[in-house]
């Protein structure tokens, strides 16, 4: 499955879109506009696979600067908690290049770790290194203080999907099965399975422990309606404590807490067609009834002053951030997103976010044509 190639900041103030084209653009989520554009001297023969912001750093981040920049620089890359705000790039060539929002430029590459297209990447979340899956069936960790391969090695006989952590000393990979490694020796501890097709989506419920562990993990796999939440204890347990069922095939997944003081999990999950399902949930114990959503989202435009029964066209919902009880979704045209936010209410279980556009109308131009002669 093609993944989209659209992810927002770890604050949510920021959506970054990768288009097929190999460019990179940065969109403001308050107000829609377009903030940076980048694209690599190599764009058209090795675009975007996968995207990734880094984790901010503690004490706040640079104000960015909007600009275009090309590749202009081969320093070895730092920790995401320096100011540099880095997205990192995983691209279909191999290599990874790490884009400073900061900056408004690319800050480095990583190469020499793959041989095919980097599937996946995952920030390190306590340490200035960062993982990567690939084709080649491999997985890297990287010293990004060096801009070097740490360790590298083979995690199965086809290729690795997806890649997260989930505490600081383990490490979780997905191709068919999901493997819980030790990070110290790169060993097996626990195989998870569950999924008939392959997995192409790990996602880490990192406060369910604190804000830098977690011992739960969500996975969605191609042409599976269940997401299934796994227990990572390194244990010889093989299945999931819950599943999440959606109505058509997920093709991103977000979450967040139910509030700041709630260690409820709110999950967000785009299908196929477009829409946004959320589900609320408190893992304690295992769940063996599938559990449904508590409210769908859709997204409309309308015609200015139109009624209220006049057609509406659908807007595909293609990203979405969900923090303390409030969901944000990107819709429309990822070259040109709408961006509006919603309260989570259990008790409303279809939500319709209308946006107005402007009435269109036909209007007739004349033109004339203008010949240039030389004159020698």
């Known amino acids: 499955m093609a993944k989209t190639q659209t992810c927002f900041s770890f604050d949510g103030e920021y959506l970054a879109f990768s288009s097929s084209d190999g460019i990179l653009r940065i969109y403001e989520s308050a107000t829609g506009k377009l903030k940076q554009e980048y694209s690599s001297s190599s764009h058209l023969s090795a675009v975007t696979s996968s995207l990734s912001w880094s984790r901010p750093r503690r004490d706040g981040t640079s104000s960015p600067k909007s600009k275009r920049k090309k590749l202009n620089s081969s320093k070895p890359a730092s920790s995401g908690d320096d100011g540099l705000n880095l997205i990192a790039l995983g691209t279909t060539s191999g290599d990874i290049n790490l884009y400073s929002f900061s900056k408004g430029s690319l800050h480095t590459q990583l190469t020499g770790g793959h041989s095919l ?5 995952f920030w ?9 899956c690939s084709e080649d069936q491999t997985v890297v960790q990287w010293d990004l203080k060096k801009g070097k391969v740490k360790h590298k090695w083979k995690c199965d006989t086809s290729s690795v999907h997806s890649v997260c952590q989930c505490s600081d000393q383990h490490l979780l990979t997905a191709s068919h099965n999901i493997k819980l490694w030790d990070l110290s020796t790169r060993t097996v501890l626990q195989v998870l399975t569950g999924h008939s097709s392959p997995v192409y989506c790990l996602k880490p419920i990192e406060f369910a422990v604190s804000n830098t562990d977690a011992s739960y993990v969500l996975s969605a796999a191609e042409d599976d309606r269940h997401i299934s939440v796994w227990c990572c204890d390194g244990s010889k347990n093989r299945n999931s404590v819950a599943t999440f069922s959606v109505p058509d095939e997920p093709v991103s997944l977000s979450l967040g807490q139910g509030s700041s003081s709630s260690q409820s999990l709110l999950l967000a999950v785009i299908t196929r067609k477009g829409a946004l399902h959320i589900f609320e949930h408190t893992l304690n114990g295992v769940k063996k009834k599938p559990l449904l959503p508590k409210s769908s989202i859709k997204a409309v435009f309308k015609e ?15 990203a979405s951030y969900v923090k303390n009880g409030v969901i944000s979704a990107a819709f429309g045209n990822p070259f040109k997103p709408v961006f509006e936010t919603v309260v989570f209410d259990a008790s409303k279980a279809d939500v319709t976010i209308s946006v107005n556009i402007p009435k269109r109308s036909l209007t007739t131009e004349e033109f004339s044509q203008v010949k240039f002669f030389t004159v020698s």
Not at 124 to 132: M, W
Not at 304 to 318: G, H, L, Q, R, V
């Open 117 to 121: 297209k980097v599937n996946d990447v």
């Open 124 to 132: 390190h979340i306590s340490s200035p290194e960062l993982f990567s």
């Open 304 to 318: 200015e002053n139109a009624e209220a029964n006049d057609f509406a066209s659908t807007a595909p919902i293609f």
